[in-house]
């Protein structure tokens, strides 16, 4: 049975993987400009190897944090959901329908 604390924990694991989300997508821009850079510079053909392993990385977990956040995502709907059914109350109800809007304003746009 869905409880309040356990929306609240799924609140906070939809927030964190947004931000987790982001934080890889900033490293992917970053990487890939400094893969520009040193191959603009002529770097040793090894470290370009080695920056272009970094970025291939940064790039792959682009789309699993995309499918974490959308079970994640999924989870919290459901549980919400739940909790309303059963009539329940609190600022925490709130604070998840506002994540889920959040949420989905980041995983549309990778839909389209």
């Known amino acids: 049975m869905a409880t309040l604390r356990n929306l609240k924990i799924k609140t ?30 002529g770097a040793d053909p090894y470290d370009l190897k080695q920056q272009e392993n970094v970025l291939a990385e940064s790039r792959m977990m682009v789309p ?12 919290l709907k459901a549980t919400l959901a739940e909790l309303k059914e059963a009539n329940e109350q609190g600022a925490e109800i709130g604070e998840a329908e506002s994540t889920i809007a959040e949420v989905e304003a980041v995983v549309k746009p990778t839909e389209d």
């Open 64 to 75: 699993d944090c995309h499918k974490r956040l959308e079970a994640a995502l999924a989870d």
């Open 12 to 41: 906070s694991t939809c927030k964190r993987i947004v931000k987790e989300l982001r934080s890889y997508e900033k490293e992917v821009e970053k990487e890939a400009a400094k893969t520009a850079d040193m191959k603009e510079k």
